[in-house]
């Protein structure tokens, strides 16, 4: 079964950092497209980053030069570090795969890690 | 980036009615559209991809239509589980930017 779990939320201080954590299950992250999406609390969802099966990787101008997100081939897992943390990054994090069924479309999710930015 | 509006942001109805959700793009898309159905709590669930493809498993009553900047999601006879949010999303681009979302509550 594929599957996505997401790990590492929490409450962090505004300016800190965070890691988060997605483990994959059923398939292979390497050779997948992989994305992040969050969803600030009563709000609607926002696109984060995504990194292509070669390694290249994009981000929303929101999080670009704070967030990076990567892999770990042998873990099958997938990250997002989350660094100079603001308020505004308060969200449900979800990651999701780009393309593993059908083209261009964020087509399996992970149930999500809350990260709560605040003092 | 390119912009998605949805309209309305939230509609009632009743159990047995057809509704249509719309959605505009700020540019040309072609058919990269794509529908999501979120409830409370949980992850959003994919219904239709490339504008009008209806993902495996997804009731025949859900269609979606439309091509260039606006496009359109229809309920054909609404069902008790499909009270929920639903968002249209963008892949023309890499910056791959969703609606707002259109609650759709009970009447």
């Known amino acids: 079964e594929v599957q996505l779990v997401e790990s590492g939320g929490g409450l962090i201080q505004p300016g800190g950092s965070l890691r988060l954590s997605c483990a994959a299950s059923g398939f292979t992250v390497s050779s997948t497209f992989m994305s992040w999406v969050r969803q600030s609390p009563g709000k609607g969802l926002e696109w984060v980053s995504l990194i292509y099966s070669d390694g290249s990787s994009y981000y929303a101008d929101s999080v670009k030069g704070r967030f990076a997100i990567s892999r770990d081939n042998s873990k099958n897992t997938l990250y997002l570090q989350m660094n100079s943390l603001r308020a505004e990054d308060t969200a449900v994090y979800y990651c999701?795969?780009?393309?593993?069924?059908?083209?261009?479309?964020?087509?399996?999710w992970g149930q999500g890690t809350m990260v709560t930015v605040s003092s | 980036d390119i912009q998605m509006t949805q309209s309305p942001s939230s509609l009632s109805a009743s159990v047995g009615d057809r509704v249509t959700l719309t959605c505009r793009a700020s540019?040309?898309?072609?058919?990269?559209l794509n529908w999501f159905q979120q409830k409370p709590g949980k992850a959003p669930k994919l219904l239709i991809y490339?504008?009008?493809s209806l993902q495996s498993g997804v009731p025949s009553r859900f269609s979606g239509s439309g091509s260039g900047t606006d496009f359109s999601l229809t309920i054909g006879s609404l069902q008790p589980e499909d009270f929920a949010t639903y968002y249209c999303q963008q892949s023309y681009t890499v910056s791959k930017t969703f609606g707002q979302g259109t609650k759709l509550d009970i009447k």
């Open positions: 490339a504008a009008s």
């Open positions: 999701a795969t780009y393309g593993y069924i059908y083209a261009d479309v964020f087509d399996i």
């Open positions: 540019q040309n898309i072609g058919t990269y």
